[in-house]
C-alpha cells in the first residue's frame, strides 16, 4: 500500500510520491523523484543524483536544425540561458525538473512569449513582442545560431548531444556561483530583447 504524506498546499494527508530510476550517459545513478496531491493538484518533480556533483556550467552552441535534438535535462536547480534571446530561466519555488531537446526549450520561450504578446498595450511594446516572437522562431527552425547554457550549483543538470564534444562542461568558480539565483517568483518579460527572465 502506498503511503502518503501532507501536501504542502493544502495540507491533506493526499501527497503521492514516487521514485523512478533512470539510465542517463554522462551522470552516476540518478531518479527522478515526483511528488502529486490529486485533491490540490500540488505537483513538483526533481532528479536526485546518487553522487554528490560539482557545480557546473554546460554550454551548446546550435548552428542548425539537426543539432536542435540535443537533449536538455535541467534538474530544479538548473538555470538556462540563450544569450542571443535574451532570456533566462531561473528556478524558483514553483521549479520543475524536465527532460527534453533544445527545441523543446525553445518551444516553451515562444509559448510564454505569445502569451504575453496578448497582454502588452503599446505599440512600441507590441513591436518588440513582434521581434521577439519573430526571432525565437527563426531559433527554433534553425535559422539563426544562438548558444544553450546550463548553470547548476549540484551537478544534475546536463546537455547531451550526438557529438559530446561539442559540449563544453566547466567547473563553476565561487564568484559565479554565488550569482546564481535559487528562488523567486516567476517574472517573464519576453517581449524585452535585451533580457528576458523567467523565474519558476
Same mark, same amino acid.
Given at each position: 500500500?502506498?503511503?502518503?504524506?501532507?501536501?504542502?498546499?493544502?495540507?491533506?494527508?493526499?501527497?503521492?510520491? /514516487?521514485?523512478?530510476?533512470?539510465?542517463?550517459?554522462?551522470?552516476?545513478?540518478?531518479?527522478?523523484?515526483? #511528488?502529486?496531491?490529486?485533491?490540490?493538484?500540488?505537483?513538483?518533480?526533481?532528479?536526485? *543524483?546518487?553522487?554528490?556533483?560539482?557545480?557546473?556550467?554546460? =554550454?551548446?552552441?546550435?548552428?542548425?536544425?539537426?543539432?536542435?535534438?540535443?537533449?536538455?535535462?535541467?534538474?530544479?536547480?538548473?538555470?538556462?540561458?540563450?544569450?542571443?534571446?535574451?532570456?533566462? !530561466?531561473?528556478?524558483?519555488?514553483? @521549479?520543475?525538473?524536465? !527532460?527534453?531537446?533544445?527545441?523543446?526549450?525553445?518551444?516553451? !520561450?515562444?509559448?510564454?512569449?505569445?502569451?504575453? /504578446?496578448?497582454?502588452?498595450? /503599446?505599440?512600441?511594446?507590441?513591436?518588440?513582442?513582434?521581434?521577439?516572437?519573430?526571432?525565437?522562431?527563426?531559433?527554433?527552425?534553425?535559422?539563426?545560431? #544562438?548558444?544553450?547554457?546550463?548553470?547548476?550549483?549540484?551537478?544534475? /543538470?546536463?546537455? !547531451?548531444?550526438?557529438?559530446? @564534444?561539442?559540449?563544453?562542461?566547466?567547473?563553476?568558480?565561487?564568484?559565479?556561483?554565488?550569482?546564481?539565483?535559487?528562488?523567486?517568483?516567476?517574472?517573464? =518579460?519576453?517581449?524585452? =530583447?535585451?533580457? *528576458?527572465?523567467?523565474?519558476?
Amino acid at each position: 500500500m502506498e503511503e502518503k504524506s501532507e501536501c504542502p498546499t493544502c495540507g491533506r494527508n493526499t501527497l503521492e510520491s /514516487s521514485l523512478t530510476s533512470l539510465n542517463i550517459p554522462y551522470f552516476s545513478e540518478i531518479y527522478l523523484v515526483k #511528488f502529486h496531491c490529486p485533491l490540490c493538484g500540488y505537483r513538483i518533480s526533481d532528479f536526485l *543524483n546518487t553522487r554528490y556533483g560539482v557545480p557546473i556550467r554546460c =554550454t551548446y552552441e546550435v548552428k542548425n536544425e539537426k543539432e536542435l535534438t540535443a537533449r536538455v535535462i535541467r534538474a530544479a536547480t538548473g538555470t538556462i540561458k540563450i544569450p542571443e534571446l535574451g532570456t533566462t !530561466i531561473e528556478p524558483g519555488p514553483a @521549479s520543475q525538473a524536465f !527532460i527534453t531537446n533544445i527545441e523543446g526549450v525553445i518551444i516553451k !520561450i515562444l509559448d510564454i512569449a505569445e502569451t504575453a /504578446s496578448k497582454w502588452v498595450e /503599446s505599440e512600441e511594446e507590441k513591436k518588440n513582442c513582434e521581434t521577439a516572437i519573430e526571432k525565437i522562431k527563426k531559433a527554433k527552425s534553425g535559422e539563426i545560431p #544562438f548558444t544553450l547554457i546550463i548553470e547548476d550549483p549540484f551537478g544534475n /543538470s546536463m546537455i !547531451i548531444a550526438k557529438d559530446q @564534444s561539442k559540449v563544453s562542461i566547466k567547473e563553476l568558480t565561487e564568484e559565479e556561483l554565488q550569482n546564481l539565483r535559487t528562488g523567486g517568483l516567476m517574472v517573464f =518579460t519576453p517581449c524585452n =530583447t535585451d533580457k *528576458n527572465v523567467e523565474k519558476e
